[in-house]
């Protein structure tokens, strides 16, 4: 099966200016989630969907974040405007629907790194 | 308020040594532990979980074990291989009606040594 794609791999924008990282996850996968790293750092929560409905936000950082997942598959997350602060890597992952027991397995994309200038 | 954290960003090992990665964490809702992988330019690959009922989990060379009272997990490795080398990301999860908030770690950079 295909793995999880997120695109552009890299993307350098001067402060104030907007991204757009796109997320596909696997096929049949109802949750997807986006991380973030800071160099160094934690790999930390921002979202979850289920289908297309967000399930838990609170990791978003502030309003200059959107994030959609329209029709229940590709995600995307929109930075505008951008600021300094918001350079990392962003991972998306996604799993399929949880049964009664076992752990949450997340498979990741290889991440869209954002350099803010 | 980290809730995983990994005290060691980096550990040396010479190859065929053992490879010991500790974890310890702060929520004692967390039911489910995992460790993924993490080469470079690549997203972390989960590696092996234990669920807080059991106190050892063994997948070929790697091995997890839970302290529960001691809110502590480790990761054994035996042997250690160069290819072992890779960032490894301590993972935790609270089960809540099928949705589960999985939180990571800070990461340790493990280098083996051929």
């Known amino acids: 099966e295909a793995g999880v794609t997120q695109f552009p791999s890299h993307s350098v924008i001067e402060k104030g200016q907007t991204v757009t990282l796109r997320c596909d996850p696997i096929s049949g996968h109802d949750n997807l989630y986006w991380y973030r790293r800071v160099m160094g750092k934690e790999i930390k929560f921002l979202l979850h969907f289920v289908k297309e409905s967000k399930q838990d936000e609170s990791g978003m950082p502030n309003n200059r974040f959107l994030a959609e997942r329209t029709g229940g598959t590709y995600s995307t997350l929109k930075v505008q405007p951008a600021e300094l602060e918001d350079s990392g890597v962003y991972f998306c992952?996604?799993?399929?629907?949880?049964?009664?027991?076992?752990?949450?397995?997340?498979?990741f994309g290889a991440g869209s790194r954002l350099t803010v200038l | 308020d980290q809730q995983v954290k990994q005290n060691s960003p980096s550990l040396s090992v010479q190859e065929g040594r053992i490879s010991i990665l500790n974890c310890d964490y702060t929520?004692?809702?967390?039911?489910?532990f995992l460790w993924y992988k993490k080469y470079p330019a690549e997203g972390p690959t989960f590696l092996i979980s234990?669920?807080?009922?059991?106190d050892k989990n063994e997948d070929g060379r790697f091995t997890v074990f839970l302290n529960k009272s001691a809110k502590h997990l480790s990761l054994h490795i035996v042997p250690s291989q160069p290819g072992d080398s890779a960032v490894y990301f301590c993972a935790a999860s609270p089960y809540s009606g099928g949705y589960q908030k999985v939180t990571f770690g800070t990461g340790t950079k493990l280098q083996v040594i051929p």
């Open positions: 234990i669920s807080s009922i059991k």
């Open positions: 992952a996604s799993s399929r629907t949880l049964g009664p027991s076992g752990a949450n397995v997340l498979t």
């Open positions: 929520n004692s809702m967390f039911d489910y």
